[in-house]
Nanobody, 125 residues
Framework: QVQLVESGGGLVQAGGSLRLSCKVS????????MGWFRQGPGKEREFIAL????????HYADSVKDRFTISRDNAKNTVWLQMNGLKPEDTADYYC??????????????????WGQGIQVTVSS
């Protein structure tokens, strides 16, 4: 059974930082590209960042580029999203997602086969 469990969300003031973690089990983690998505109040789910299974390749949405960093440790079966310079518009539920075995991931939902339950991030102004 594949499980993705996010942690590290919460309430932060604008300009602050948070680090989201996603612990993965049930798959050979190093064989899977990973991604982060978010869904704000009244909005559709949107792509935030992805990382290849080796960690060599990353890609970000323009809205978070230069503020957010995705990283992974294959020995710990964990992917992180470091979020700096948070803005009120970053308020959303954040979701970790795993792709398909030995298959490149992209920015669309359809690249990802497994999803976490989501974690709330609230940025106050």
């Amino acid at each position: 059974q594949v499980q993705l469990v996010e942690s590290g969300g919460g309430l932060v003031q604008a300009g602050g930082s948070l680090r989201l973690s996603c612990k993965v089990s049930g798959i050979i983690f190093s064989n899977y590209g990973m991604g982060w998505f978010r869904q704000g109040p009244g909005k559709e789910r949107e792509f935030i960042a992805l990382i290849s299974w080796s960690g060599a390749t990353t890609h970000y949405a323009d809205s978070v580029k230069d503020r957010f960093t995705i990283s992974r440790d294959n020995a710990k079966n964990t992917v992180w999203l470091q979020m700096n310079g948070l803005k009120p518009e970053d308020t959303a539920d954040y979701y970790c997602a795993a792709g398909r075995r030995l298959t490149a991931v992209g920015t669309a939902d359809s690249f990802f086969a497994h999803w976490g339950q989501g974690i709330q991030v609230t940025v106050s102004s």
